[in-house]
């Protein structure tokens, strides 16, 4: 080669290196900009309407009141609060002068209910449609930096719900391509003992309150994350991974499963689940279920419901449009909903992009066993549920919120009208909304007590006569702070209006 050549071939590889760094940089830019709207983060934020300042002390008169056990009411009762504190509930109280009143002659005063499964992604705006939904706590559970900052916001006096913030999902996705997965699902990567313990670490020092365990560990990988848990106070929450087995997550120290289902998927790899033999899959799961609740028990496992989320999914393959009519749409993170084709099985709730959808490929026999897998999964998960209920397995009123036509706020209603209908009796489904999760988390709210936090729910109807009494809210007190039906009103339709202005596609369709 002449010396020519080789300065050529060195001017080459100098233009093809800086190309290649120039289409990296686009491809993270693009890719990046396209995540963050799909989270929501490009929508408008709605300002929270400002109220008068948090009276000194609340008065909510003649009211009935729900017992801290959920299965009565105590008539006529004055509630007081001072400084966003329950300090009295009596029927004799005669509040003073100084006192904001509140005439709850006839209604119904219930706590503040839990979302213990919600995902709020990078949607700010959805912080309204749960305290407008009487939702003034919620579990947040796959966390990020930004929502630490929100949940110290309100600790700080900002309207929305309390926020336990779970950690990013803890995943292994290996060395080389852990980042990737890392940043596009939003999860944080480990992939051996020490790294789960510098990960557990780093995580509790962020200000998590709880470490999610991610579908994405393998058995050892689990079992070196419940290791790692031993060097921090925090719980172990979330999945049982798939290639986890049911043995390993009785030897960990996992505190909380997610979802009902976590159940169901290990028994269908165990039973070897096909089309085929879906009929004798539920058998299976009802000859297993008994032991499993019992074991749960034992532990004081807690398990979140998202009930109405499996329970919609044979409709959201064939009827998806129904769903999405039926649904308050309009309050949805457009940026969520519209979500991206940028990946298959991402978030958006829309057709094209909705990831349970049926695949315009698929024939009719494929599409048949679509549906029944998803009916016969639903069925399985009921089956479970019963077992649980009969074994008094705790269970935690849960969402999933923001996954395909679950509403941030509202969906917590649907979910306690699924668990009713589901054989759970409405004190059980009250309890599970307020209490049980306020224990779990060990806050001192979900009750209506001296001493507890004042996060509470005016109704109009009674919800231990009917579930969906839930949602007749005449008023929410959320720290202290009595928004009324116009204010919660108010709120909604800020959330509209900016929802409005970002949306790409038109949603006129689903009215
Ligand atoms: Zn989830």
């Known amino acids: 080669m002449t010396i020519k050549g080789f300065f050529n071939l060195k001017r080459l590889a100098a233009g093809l290196a800086t190309l290649t760094v120039i289409s990296a940089l686009v491809f993270y830019f693009y890719t990046d900009y396209h995540l963050t709207a799909m989270y929501g983060g490009h929508t408008e934020r709605a300002d929270t309407p400002s109220f008068a300042e948090r009276p000194e002390v609340l008065a909510i008169t003649?009211?009935?009141?729900?017992?801290?056990?959920?299965?009565?009411?105590?008539?006529?009762?004055?509630?007081?609060v001072r400084d966003g504190n329950i300090v009295s509930i009596s029927s004799e109280t005669i509040p003073s002068a100084n006192a904001t009143q509140i005439d709850g002659r006839g209604m119904f005063l219930v706590p503040g209910y839990t979302d213990s499964h919600a995902h709020l992604w990078e949607s700010k705006n959805d912080l309204m449609?749960?305290?407008?939904?009487?939702?003034?706590?919620?579990?947040?559970?796959?966390?990020?930096?930004?929502?630490?900052?929100?949940?110290?916001?309100?600790?700080?006096?900002?309207?929305?719900?309390?926020?336990?913030?779970?950690?990013?999902?803890?995943?292994?996705?290996?060395?080389?391509?852990g980042w990737f997965g890392a940043w596009t699902q939003r999860k944080r990567n480990a992939t051996s003992p020490d790294g789960f313990q510098q990960l557990v670490k780093s995580l509790e020092n962020e200000g998590y309150d709880a470490i999610k365990a991610s579908s994405f560990l393998n058995s050892e990988d689990y079992l070196a994350l419940n290791e790692a848990m031993k060097e921090t106070s925090l719980p172990l929450v979330?999945?049982?991974?798939?290639?986890?087995?049911?043995?390993?997550?009785?030897?960990?120290?996992?505190?909380?499963v997610a979802h009902i289902e976590e159940f169901v998927k290990?028994?269908?790899?165990?039973?070897?689940?096909?089309?085929?033999?879906?009929?004798?899959?539920?058998?299976?799961?009802?000859?297993?279920?008994?032991?499993?609740?019992?074991?749960?028990?034992?532990?004081?496992?807690?398990?979140?419901?998202?009930?109405?989320?499996?329970?919609?999914?044979?409709?959201?393959?064939t009827d998806l449009d129904s769903l999405l009519s039926a649904s308050q749409l309009q309050y949805v993170n457009p940026g969520i909903s519209e979500g991206t084709t940028l990946a298959d099985r991402a978030l958006g709730w829309l057709p094209e992009v909705n990831r349970y959808r049926f695949r315009d490929e698929w024939d009719n026999a494929r599409r048949k066993?679509?549906?029944?897998?998803?009916?016969?999964?639903?069925?399985?998960?009921?089956?479970?549920?019963?077992?649980?209920?009969?074994?008094?397995?705790?269970?935690?009123?849960?969402?999933?919120?923001?996954?395909?036509?679950?509403?941030?706020?509202?969906?917590?209603?649907?979910?306690?009208?699924?668990?009713?209908?589901?054989?759970?009796?409405?004190?059980?489904?009250?309890?599970?909304?307020?209490?049980?999760?306020?224990?779990?988390?060990?806050?001192?709210?979900?009750?209506?007590?001296?001493?507890?936090?004042?996060?509470?729910?005016?109704?109009?109807?009674?919800?231990?006569?009917?579930i969906r009494a839930t949602d007749s809210i005449e008023?929410?007190?959320?720290?202290?702070?009595?928004?009324?039906?116009?204010?919660?009103?108010?709120?909604?339709?800020?959330?509209?209006?900016?929802?409005?202005?970002s949306r790409k596609v038109s949603i006129e369709k689903w009215k």
């Open 62 to 80: 003649n009211v009935s009141v729900l017992a801290p056990t959920s299965d009565s009411f105590s008539e006529n009762q004055t509630v007081l």
């Open 129 to 177: 449609l749960f305290v407008a939904n009487g939702v003034t706590q919620i579990r947040e559970m796959n966390g990020s930096e930004e929502n630490l900052v929100w949940k110290k916001e309100i600790e700080e006096g900002r309207v929305g719900p309390d926020i336990f913030v779970v950690s990013p999902q803890v995943a292994n996705f290996g060395k080389l391509t």
């Open 238 to 256: 979330g999945h049982i991974p798939y290639f986890a087995k049911l043995d390993d997550f009785w030897a960990v120290n996992q505190t909380e």
């Open 266 to 317: 290990p028994l269908r790899q165990e039973f070897g689940y096909t089309a085929e033999n879906a009929g004798g899959f539920l058998d299976f799961v009802r000859e297993r279920s008994d032991e499993i609740a019992e074991r749960l028990k034992d532990k004081n496992v807690h398990v979140t419901s998202t009930l109405a989320l499996i329970d919609s999914l044979p409709e959201q393959v």
């Open 369 to 466: 066993e679509e549906v029944e897998y998803f009916q016969n999964y639903s069925a399985a998960l009921h089956i479970m549920l019963d077992a649980m209920l009969k074994k008094d397995v705790p269970i935690l009123v849960g969402t999933d919120t923001n996954v395909s036509v679950m509403v941030p706020g509202f969906s917590v209603h649907e979910e306690m009208q699924s668990l009713n209908d589901a054989g759970m009796t409405t004190a059980q489904v009250l309890a599970a909304a307020t209490s049980v999760p306020a224990r779990w988390m060990g806050w001192k709210t979900g009750e209506i007590r001296p001493g507890f936090k004042a996060n509470m729910v005016l109704l109009r109807e009674n919800p231990l006569l009917d």
């Open 475 to 501: 008023m929410v007190v959320v720290n202290g702070n009595p928004l009324s039906r116009s204010q919660l009103d108010e709120m909604l339709l800020t959330v509209k209006a900016a929802n409005d202005k």
